[in-house]
């Protein structure tokens, strides 16, 4: 006969996977079909109704929908989700994230429910691992991307300040500079100049990349242009000297950033021990740290004074971890 655990983590495992499959699937061929076979005949059709009938379709049909929305509607701040997504210069929707997330979190929670620990902590786990893990891959694919085009960045200056220098105008110099710098420098520039092949303004299409990336150096290239587009000057020249006091910047940033390296191994050494101790402990004997993971099912939500303990603790070392972080970071 299957073990009750043994059932219930197999059916967490399929709903995981459901919710993945799901939320990861493209559209169904056969409705994708249909809707275009009906698009062709609304557009050919004679009646004017039918006319209507068919740009009301389109109209909706082009607004961005997602998939998913129990699961995207509980988000406190989509936009903001949505453009940390879009920041990543990945393809994610939110419904994949929050499938994800909730996937996540069902594992975590079915995990520790079967190596024995108590409600409370399991859920918590489950949810802290299920919303912070997510969260936190998406930070560091943005910090990943946005540290390479910072790094790029003044080498998209100096082509720009060539191009104008041999007569090119500024939007001819993006789409060189869209073609020839790899990685988000020219996808960046890339959208850049297909926003303003469409219709947009050289403004707007700025904007919109500055909101995007959200650094300093490309807000600093956005203010140089449309204070250079009303004083009027010599632009090539304008945009060199901003190459080299983003390169100076860089410059700075490194030089902090060796000036902190050991305060930041001496957090990650000390912040580390406990929980490598605890993990040793764990494994090495078990059954000695059994009543941390069961609790005591007597007291106040299943929480054994052990586990009492080790969450105040934790909050105590969250404290100083925040203060250090704070004592290291400056200001450029």
């Not at 786990?125 to 540290?147: D, E, S, Y």
């Not at 580390?272 to 004997?285: D, K, T």
Request: charged share 15%; hydrophobic share 50%; proline share 4%.
């Amino acid at each position: 006969m299957i073990d009750a655990r043994l059932l219930l983590l197999i059916l967490l495992a399929l709903a995981m996977v459901a919710m993945l499959f799901f939320a990861f699937a493209g559209p169904s061929p056969e409705r994708a079909r249909a809707r275009r076979m009906t698009a062709i005949k609304g557009r050919h059709a004679a009646s004017d109704l039918n006319q209507l009938e068919a740009r009301m379709r389109k109209a909706i049909g082009s607004r961005k929908v997602e998939k998913h929305q129990l699961l995207t509607s509980i988000i406190p701040n989509p936009e903001q989700l949505a453009r940390r997504l879009a920041m990543t210069g990945k393809k994610w929707t939110l419904s994949q994230y929050m499938a994800t997330s909730a996937g996540l979190a069902i594992l975590f929670f079915g995990l520790l429910s079967l190596r024995g620990f108590s409600l409370l902590p399991s859920l918590l786990v489950g949810l802290a691992a299920g919303f912070g893990l997510p969260h936190f891959f998406v930070g560091k694919l943005i910090a990943r991307r946005v540290n390479k085009f910072t790094a790029n960045f003044p080498d998209a200056l100096d082509l720009l300040v060539r191009g104008l220098r041999s007569g090119l105008p500024v939007g001819e110099t993006m789409n060189v500079v869209a073609q020839e710098i790899p990685g988000p420098v020219g996808e960046e520039f890339k959208l850049i100049t297909e926003r303003i092949k469409i219709g947009k303004s050289t403004d707007q299409s700025l904007q919109e990349t500055a909101v995007r990336l959200g650094t300093p150096e490309f807000q600093f290239f956005c203010i140089t242009l449309a204070i250079q587009r009303e004083t009027g000057g010599n632009l090539a020249e304008t945009l060199a000297n901003l190459g080299s006091v983003l390169r100076q910047r860089a410059q700075m940033k490194l030089k902090i950033k060796a000036m902190s390296s050991e305060s930041k191994a001496s957090a990650y050494i000390i912040g580390s021990l406990p929980f490598l101790v605890f993990g040793l402990i764990s494994w090495i004997n078990f059954q000695y740290m059994t009543p941390f993971f069961t609790g005591d099912p007597n007291a106040l939500f299943g929480l054994g004074l052990m586990q009492m303990v080790a969450i105040g603790g934790m909050g105590w070392m969250g404290i100083g971890v925040f203060i250090m972080a704070k004592m290291i970071n400056f200001e450029i």
